[in-house]
């Protein structure tokens, strides 16, 4: 199973992103799909994560009304669409498949992740 994320670049704040989270030789049939990401210096934090069989959504405070996860069952990916971002956003984004949770444990598949660079 490999998970690819996709999507990171660099935009000015306030500006929006979306990555994506594709998954190859494996359907995300029963699992959550969450994203994660890492600031230098800093650990490994929770973002989002959607429930796959029914799109139950979860999100960390500071995305919450900014940052809206989604699936596509045809294309077996998850998006996250990023909007109004700030500096603090700024991190390596992951994608990982697993049990619906904010603890990155629950997660066993991780994709390598994509830049995300907000400048002010």
């Known amino acids: 199973v490999q998970l690819q994320a996709s999507g990171g670049g660099v935009v000015e704040a306030g500006g929006s992103l979306r990555l994506s989270c594709a998954a190859s030789?494996?359907?995300?049939?029963?699992?959550?799909v969450g994203w994660f990401r890492q600031a230098p210096g800093k650990e490994r934090e929770f973002v989002a994560t959607?429930?796959?069989?029914?799109?139950?959504?979860y999100y960390r405070d500071s995305v919450k009304g900014r940052f809206t996860i989604s699936r596509d069952n045809a294309k077996n990916t998850v998006t996250l669409q990023m909007n109004s971002l700030k500096p603090e956003d700024t991190a390596v984004y992951y994608c990982?498949?697993?049990?619906?949770?904010?603890?990155?444990?629950?997660?066993?598949?991780w994709g390598k992740g994509t830049q995300v660079t907000v400048s002010s």
């Open positions: 030789g494996r359907t995300f049939s029963n699992d959550a």
């Open positions: 990982a498949a697993g049990r619906y949770s904010s603890l990155q444990s629950s997660y066993y598949y």
């Open positions: 959607i429930n796959w069989r029914d799109s139950i959504s």
